[in-house]
């Protein structure tokens, strides 16, 4: 998936939103957002080019903030940019991935427990589905729709058993939700799992699509 520097992929606006992140400028193939408690500060991007890097950090709102700044590159990782950052007092804190899957392609429908219940509830910025088991939340999936596509919120699962099946629950019901919306295209960002920084284990229909590299400093 090709980035270029003048613009963003729209899902990447939609991923701010959907972790709950206030967008406070996007101009120049950077997305700028908020924590929405304020706790960090973060620029998204394409890997900047030679000399960009002094360009990047320059273009922080010192005073919309306090806490942590964060940096996160779309696309495979430049050595010599994460180089300089690491050597401006910068630490690599997170690689994730963006998946990519034909709606079509993904499972839609799977079964739960007889003590299990899923839930939908709409919410300005996304979707939620929860699922319960005796009573208790035991995962959460969010979902946002775009125009074209898509994007869905890695789940979060807080049940100590029938963890996969929780999972695989929540992303057939999101996939399913994007299906009736006649949205073709799926996206969702989740951890990297190799050295490669790729994702190996992964549901059937999902591949991966580019990288998220993010660098953090206090």
């Not at 991007?45 to 890097?53: E, H, K, R, V, Y």
Request: proline share 4%.
């Amino acid at each position: 998936m090709p980035f270029k520097p003048s613009s963003l992929p729209r899902w990447v606006h939609a991923f701010a939103l959907l972790r709950d992140r206030t967008v406070t400028r996007e101009d120049s193939g950077r997305l700028h957002s908020v924590a929405e408690d304020g706790s960090n500060y973060e620029i998204t991007c394409a890997w900047p080019g030679t000399g960009g890097i002094a360009s990047l950090l320059g273009d922080f709102d010192g005073s919309s903030h306090q806490g942590q700044t964060r940096l996160t590159f779309l696309g495979t990782p430049d050595e010599s940019a994460g180089r300089e950052l690491v050597g401006r007092g910068w630490s690599l804190s997170d690689r994730r991935v963006l998946l990519a899957a034909l709606a079509n392609d993904v499972e839609q429908v799977v079964s739960l427990p007889e003590t299990a219940t899923l839930f939908e509830a709409p919410m300005a910025d996304y979707d939620v589905v929860e699922i319960a088991d005796f009573d208790s939340t035991a995962g959460r999936g969010r979902i946002r729709f775009g125009e074209d596509f898509a994007l869905l919120g890695d789940p979060s699962i807080t049940a100590t058993s029938n963890i996969e099946q929780f999972r695989a629950a929540i992303l057939a019901n999101l996939a399913a939700a994007a299906a009736r919306q006649g949205l073709p295209v799926l996206f969702m960002v989740t951890s990297a799992d190799t050295a490669t920084g790729i994702r190996a284990e992964r549901a059937a229909g999902w591949s991966n699509a580019t990288q998220l590299t993010t660098f953090t400093r206090a």
